[in-house]
Structures are given as C-alpha cells and as structure tokens.
C-alpha cells in the first residue's frame, strides 16, 4: 500500500507541471482573482514591449486581450484610475475626482484633502495624513464578494496608500501598502504577517548598501542615449537604476520594488491559503514601480525598457509559483493611467510641438496675476498645477468671485497653451458620457470625473503633448493626468488556464472589469448599478455575462 502510493507520487512528480493542472470549465468558478494593476502602465508601453515579453506580461498576452482599454475620464490621475478598477464605476460615481482636490470647508488649515486620507484627524494634512477609505462613495468587487459570502478574503498588496485602499474597499481582509520606509497597514490592530515582516527586513537591510547599475539588455541598447533638460546639469537617462545608501526614493523608482510587492502578495498568498478556502478569494496587487520611472526617467529609456523587461520577468515567477500550488485563479492586469515621455524626448523623436507648460498658468500664479490686475487680497485661486480642477477663494464675495470666474476662464482660454476651459456649470449640466471612450468629446471626458460636491468651479483642460512640469530639472521629468488618448489608454488583459484566448481590439473601459470579474464569479449586480458592462470572457455560445 505505502509502496503504491509512493510509486503513484513518484508518477505525479514525473508528470509535467502543466500536465498536472487540468484545464478547468468555464462554467466551475475561480477560487481566486487576482488583479493586477501596473501604475502608469499605458498601452503605448504594452504595444511597444509586447514582442519581447518572454515572462508574465506574455501569458497575459495570450489570454483574452483588450489592448485598447481606457480610463476613460479627464482627470487621469492615480487615485481616479484606481477608483474605476474594482467599482465598476467612473470617478464621477467614486467621488474620486483627482490624487488631491480642494475643500474649503475643511476645518484644518489645509485645505487640499488626498483622495485615501481622513482630514477630520486632528493635526493632520494632505502630506501627513491618515490613511482612510472615508472618500470612496462606492462599493468594490471586495466588498460585494463579502456581504455575499462573509467567509470570502480580500487581500490588497500595493506600493501606494491609495491604490491599496482604493482597490481594497471598505473592509479588506489586509491591506498593506508601502509608507516609504516600511509596508503598514490603515487596518486597525492588523498583526503583520510574517511576508511583511520579511520584506521589511530584506528592503531595511539592501537600502543600508548602495546598488549597482543593472545590465542593460541587448533589446534596449537603442534607447541608451541621455536626454538634455533646460536647467540641469546630467540630464536623464544613463543611470540604470544605480542608488546610493538609503535612497529609499530611488529604489521606489526600480524594478527592486515591484519584486518585493509581489513577494509580499505571494507570501500572504501562501500563508492565509487564499483561493484554497470555501468560497472565492480576492488578491490585489497594485505595482508602482513602473509609474516612478516613467516620472522620474521618462516612458522611453533605458531605465523603462528594464523596467518592463523586469516586471516580464517577476510577474512569470509570481504566476508560476501559483501554478505550483495548484490554485485555480483568474487573472486580471490593468493600469491606472497611462503616460507621456518627457517633452525633450519627444521633441526629437518626431513629435515637435511636445514641450513644457508655461509657469504663469500655475493656478498660484494665475491667481496672484488676477489678485493684481483685480486689486484682490489672498491666493485668489486654489489647484493643483497648471490645469484640471480650479477654485476661487471662497473669502471673496459671491459677486467678486463670479467677476474673478469670467476673468479667469478668459485668461486661460486666451493661452496658447490652453485647449479649452470648462466651468462648473457647463459641466454639471452635460449629459453623462456613453458609447465608445473614444468618441467622446472633451466635455464628456471631464464629465466622468465631475463630483458637484468636490469638482472645481472650472476645469483647465491644457493642449496635446503639454507636460504640465513647468521645470523639469528639479525631480519629475514626464508625467499624465490629461484629459488625452495617451493618458486615458490602457491595456486590459485577463487569464485563466483552460480560457480560451483571444484579442477584441475594439475599446473597453476599466469599468468593464468589474462587472466581468462579477460575471465570471457568478456575483450578481443589480442592474444599472455600475458604469461599466460585463465583457463575456468565453469564445462562442457560452457566456461568463449570465445577468
Ligand atoms: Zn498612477
């Protein structure tokens, strides 16, 4: 008996790996679902490395591939893209309009609120501040799959406070996040699981020591070339992701941190035995490291190229480790938002009208501009840079400030830079966006991303190829937000053994995952109770869209 089982083991450990895996059928639901959300991680940058992805990123590419999704709102930001993810809903539903917007109303001296924060804590800002989910008006996937099977886990992992919580929902399981020094979590009186603690370890111990310039593969050769800024004295993009001691900011902007997020997902896999239990299990993960380099070296150098080779590479680990612990998941892989290459870059590599914003449409300077052609006291204006949300001091009068609101919409309009302006009123009574993301004017892109309660009095929408990083010496060189193609197209790739794969270029929104994730995990939605539809995953007849 003892011999037969050891022969019968014997077999099974001769047996293939993906031999052992059965394909399932799609109608046995998922045990696990796993999304993956890669900040930053445009289609452009899929389209470009998709022909040397030999890891993860390739699975993915063959299983059922929507290259053309879209965040499909103006406000193209990190915590707004997040919000979509999981809701099924567009920011304008979320109520997460931008990273930060500003509440005049707030009782504390600091008037901008960050989107995962709780400003009600005394002595807090939007610097240094609680991490919270107060601001997140809908449910997600998370919290669904709990109030229908309490014994269902939701396990968020992510390199950003604001990606964790806002994929994570109102009541994860865990949820840790990376804090610049350590990965913590907001949930009260969380022990730290043992993957944490390790990883917190393991990154205290590497950052003691300073780190090589990685290898430069041969495919990114081409791209090894430094790229001029006005005003700087190296330029960017020769490093390859060579730190000092304790650059903790630096190793945030290297594939160095995207691998220690996935262990941490993994090892918390393994230890709570996610999509091993009674009911369907969640596992988020939000990678950052790819939205760091694109800001801190631009989307087309040689520190992208690695990156995007590295994050191949680990996700092929993480996905084979699951592989080998037999979990049957489903996979799901997105992006937040996508990007732009810095202006310098572009302006030689066939795009001349790529440039820098001009500092005098900062909402600070125009404010001060307007404050003096108007014989104003105060900031005038508040925003967040040179476009998007803005708003007028509520300290002047309401007459004064309709005056300061005509002045300002005139002035911004009249900018070259400056494509067009929306007011709040406008915005309010524009009808909700439908039909495909593409087609939408720019009034209903910003639509999607108008909150009556939390919106500006107008919008700044800025040119095409308009970097709003006025002085690109000083840190940030690229970045997104915009309310244009390039910012708003991602790629939405989803897997599972046994799907059968296949590629629908048409566009989808990341609304969409939502609903197909819920479909696909037979969790029912009531009907209009999301923005987003429900994509039928399965070639043919069948469908994982039952509702
Ligand atoms: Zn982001």
């Known amino acids: 008996m003892k011999l037969k089982l050891l022969a019968a083991l014997l077999a099974l450990a001769a047996t293939p790996l993906a031999a052992q895996q059965r394909s399932v059928a799609p109608s046995v639901r998922p045990k696990l679902v796993v999304v993956i959300s890669v900040d930053q991680f445009s289609a452009d940058l899929f389209a470009e490395y998709r022909g040397l992805y030999t890891g993860g990123l390739r699975r993915l590419s063959q299983g059922v591939v929507f290259p053309a999704g879209y965040q499909s709102h103006a406000a193209t930001e990190t915590c707004p893209g997040h919000s979509t993810i999981l809701t099924g809903d567009r920011p304008g539903r979320t109520g997460i309009i931008a990273n930060n917007w500003v509440d005049q109303s ?128 190296t330029g960017v993009g020769t490093g390859r ?7 903790r900011s630096a190793f945030r902007a290297s594939p160095d941190f995207d691998r220690e997020i996935l262990t941490v997902a993994e ?9 091993e239990g009674a009911s369907t299990d969640l596992l ?9 380099v694109g800001h801190t070296f631009g989307t087309r150098g040689t520190e992208m190229c690695i990156q995007m080779l ?18 049957d998941y489903v996979v799901v892989l997105t992006a937040d938002h996508g990007g732009i290459d810095l202006p310098e870059r572009s302006a030689e590599t066939g795009a001349p009208t790529a440039a820098r914003s001009d500092p005098a449409l900062n909402a600070t300077a125009m404010g001060q501009a307007l404050g003096r052609r108007l014989r104003l006291q105060g900031p005038v204006l508040f925003g967040d840079g040179p476009f998007g949300d803005m708003w007028i001091d509520r300290a002047l009068a309401p007459r004064v400030r ?36 593409e087609t939408w004017s720019l009034i209903q892109r910003a639509r999607a991303s108008f909150d009556p309660e939390r919106s500006g009095d107008f919008y700044v929408v800025l040119k095409p190829r308009i970097t709003p990083i006025a002085d690109g010496s000083r840190g940030y060189v690229a970045t997104h937000g915009s309310i244009w193609d390039y910012d708003r197209r991602v790629p939405i790739l989803f897997w599972r053994r046994g799907l059968t794969g296949f590629e629908q270029p048409l566009s989808v929104e990341t609304v969409d995952i939502m609903p197909s994730l819920a479909g696909l995990i037979g969790l ?23 509702n």
Request: charge should be neutral; hydrophobic fraction near 40%; aromatic fraction near 6%.
């Open 106 to 233: 707030a009782a504390r001296a600091d008037k901008s609120i960050y989107c995962s924060e709780d400003e009600r804590v005394a002595g807090s800002s939007s610097e240094h501040y609680t991490v919270s989910d107060l601001h997140l008006r809908v449910p997600t996937l998370g919290d669904l799959m709990q109030r229908a099977d309490p014994r269902s886990r939701v396990v968020a992992v992510a390199g950003k406070d604001r990606a964790a919580v806002m994929m994570g929902g109102h009541n994860p399981t865990q949820r840790w996040y990376w804090a610049g020094r350590a990965f913590v979590s907001d949930r009260a009186g969380a022990r730290e699981p043992g993957p944490v603690t390790q990883a917190n370890n393991r990154i205290a111990t590497a950052l003691t020591r300073p780190r090589e310039a990685m290898a430069l593969p041969d495919a990114c050769e081409s791209r090894d070339r430094a790229i001029p800024i006005a005003g700087s004295a």
């Open 241 to 247: 992701f060579a730190r000092g001691e304790n650059e």
């Open 267 to 275: 090892g918390m896999r393994d230890e709570m035995r996610l999509g």
């Open 284 to 292: 988020i993960i939000g990678l950052s490291a790819t939205d760091y």
């Open 310 to 327: 590295a994050l191949d590479r680990i996700l092929g680990d993480f996905f084979r480790d699951l592989d080998q612990e037999n979990v």
């Open 402 to 437: 309709a005056r300061v609101l005509a002045e300002a919409v005139r002035a911004y309009r009249a900018h070259p830079q400056v494509q067009t302006v929306f007011t709040r009123a406008e915005l309010a009574a524009a009808p909700l966006p439908s039909g495909p993301p």
């Open 524 to 546: 029912p939605l009531a009907p209009g109770s999301v923005d987003g539809r429900c994509l039928d995953l399965l070639v043919g007849p069948a469908t994982s869209c039952p």
